[in-house]
C-alpha cells in the first residue's frame, strides 16, 4: 500500500447510494478503481452515506481521498477537485446530502479527535439526478475513466512529494 509521506496507508473510499441515480458515482468510481489495480497502491473502501463509519476507518490513515457525487452548477459530468480547506467549505455550504451526519461535521470530529489524515481530497463529478431506483446519468457515467485518472495522478503527486499546498494540517 501506498503511504502519504510516510505518515500512514492511504484510504480511498466511496460516499453515496447508487440507489439513487448519480449519488452512486463514488461506488461505481470505486470499482474502476479496481480494475485499474489502484488496491496495490491504496485501501479501497465503499463507506455507502459515509457520516460515523468514516471516522471508524480513519486510524492510522496518512491520506484521504473520497469518491463523491458533487451537487454543482457545473454541467453534469464536470469533474471536481477539492483538497484542503475547500472541502470544509463545500461540505458546509452542501449540508448534509445523503451524508449523515454532514460530511463537514464527520470531518470536523475527525479533526478534533486528530484522525484526520494531513492530505485529504474529494474527487468528485457533477451530478443531474438523485432519484432512486435510477441508474447513473449518461454524463456522470461517461466522465468515469476521468475521474479515475485524476485519481491516480493524485496520488502520484503525494507519493512523490512532501508536505504542500495540498495538505490540510491538524489545528492545534
Not at 108 to 129: E, H, K, T
Not at 142 to 171: C, F, H, K, N, Y
Amino acid at each position: 500500500m501506498a503511504e502519504a509521506a510516510g505518515r500512514g496507508r492511504t484510504l480511498i473510499a466511496a460516499l453515496g447510494n447508487p440507489l439513487r441515480g448519480d449519488d452512486g458515482l463514488g461506488a461505481a468510481l470505486l470499482e474502476e478503481l479496481r480494475r485499474r489495480g489502484l488496491e496495490r497502491r491504496a485501501r479501497l473502501l465503499d463507506l455507502g452515506a459515509g457520516g460515523v463509519d468514516l471516522l471508524l476507518e480513519l486510524e492510522g490513515v496518512g491520506a484521504l481521498v473520497l469518491l463523491d457525487a458533487v451537487a454543482s452548477d457545473e454541467a453534469p459530468g464536470t469533474l471536481c477537485l477539492l483538497e484542503g480547506e475547500e472541502i470544509f467549505r463545500y461540505a458546509e455550504a452542501r449540508g448534509a446530502g445523503s451524508h449523515q451526519p454532514s460530511l463537514a461535521s464527520t470531518l470536523r470530529l475527525a479533526r478534533q479527535l486528530g484522525l484526520l489524515p494531513s492530505r485529504i481530497a474529494v474527487v468528485g463529478v457533477a451530478a443531474s439526478r438523485f432519484d432512486f431506483g435510477e441508474a447513473l446519468s449518461p454524463a456522470v457515467a461517461t466522465a468515469l475513466p476521468q475521474a479515475a485518472r485524476l485519481v491516480e495522478r493524485i496520488l502520484s503527486r503525494w507519493e512523490g512529494a512532501g508536505e504542500g499546498p495540498d495538505t490540510l494540517g491538524r489545528e492545534a
